[in-house]
């Protein structure tokens, strides 16, 4: 029993931190509301995005987007990362819910209010680059290093790694949102999703605003200190998931050594929230 309670009160604290204080409610509009799901519980997206290890890939997508310059100006300026961490979180993960295991109307509605915040989102970065959130090729971007990330982590630490089918499936699944967010002609397999990536590298730089992110990120998060340690472990697991070009951009370790290094920290904390998070039945 003591053990139950202790499952149940991690398990709590975790979706409260993820899915804030709207989460309960969320999570039964997404899951209990009937209707047509655009992804069946055969996709590989639910698979994916269901598993624990995304919260590994969330950080590792942070890390690599925070490469784009216009990106991580467009961040910096306008997400509140710094002032309201946790509400940036918990809208990211609410959209991610919605859209891969929301009904379709339910899911169109997220889906504009997002396109609607991007439309009014614009600035200049400081070398003096404009930038407009809804520009089909920023978009496509941040789209690249999100699924990029979310689909090593989950290779890395998923309980069901996906096959080479699943994991172009996976990429196609993700097309399709990113088409109604507005990125143009989206990957549909890994070899497409490793072209778009290379393609944006004589772009990406490690700006002051990059580091400064990173450093937030891996070092300094708002966290109690008790909770510090498994955090340690899941920022450790995150800088070692990037391919080697964009860990060397991050100023992190780029050698195989250093990544495989970290792999059983991140399998111990992925495993320890799978543990106090276990999916519902009929959920996954």
Partial sequence: M???????????????RVAGPEGPAVRERVHGTPGPRRFGPERPIRR???????????????????????????????????????????????????????????????????????????????????????????????????TDSFLRAHQAYGAAPLDAAGCDAYVADTAEVAADLGVERPPRSRAE?????????????????????????????????AVRPAYGALAAAAAGLPAAEHRALLGLPADPLSAAAVRPLGLAVVRAIRWAMPVPSGRS
């Avoid at 003591?2 to 409260?16: N, P, W």
């Avoid at 990362?81 to 899911?107: C, H, I, K, N």
């Fill in 2 to 16: 003591e053990r139950a309670g202790l499952r149940e009160r991690l398990g709590a604290a975790l979706f409260a």
């Fill in 48 to 146: 994916v995005h269901g598993d624990a290890a995304m919260f590994v890939g969330g950080l590792a997508a942070l890390l690599v987007q925070s490469l784009h310059p216009a990106a991580m100006a467009a961040v910096a300026a306008h997400s509140g990362y710094r002032s309201d961490p946790w509400g940036r979180l918990q809208r990211t993960s609410t959209f991610l819910a919605v859209t891969t295991f929301g009904t379709e109307p339910d899911a169109r509605a997220a889906v504009d209010r997002v396109r609607a915040v991007h439309a009014r989102i614009s600035g200049t970065t400081a070398t003096g680059l404009r930038y407009r959130a809804a520009d089909p090729h920023l978009l496509a971007w941040v789209h690249a290093a999100e």
């Fill in 193 to 225: 999703l490793a072209a778009v990536l290379r393609s944006y590298r004589p772009e990406l730089a490690r700006t002051a605003e990059a580091r400064e992110a990173a450093r937030f990120l891996l070092l300094h998060p708002p966290l109690p200190w």
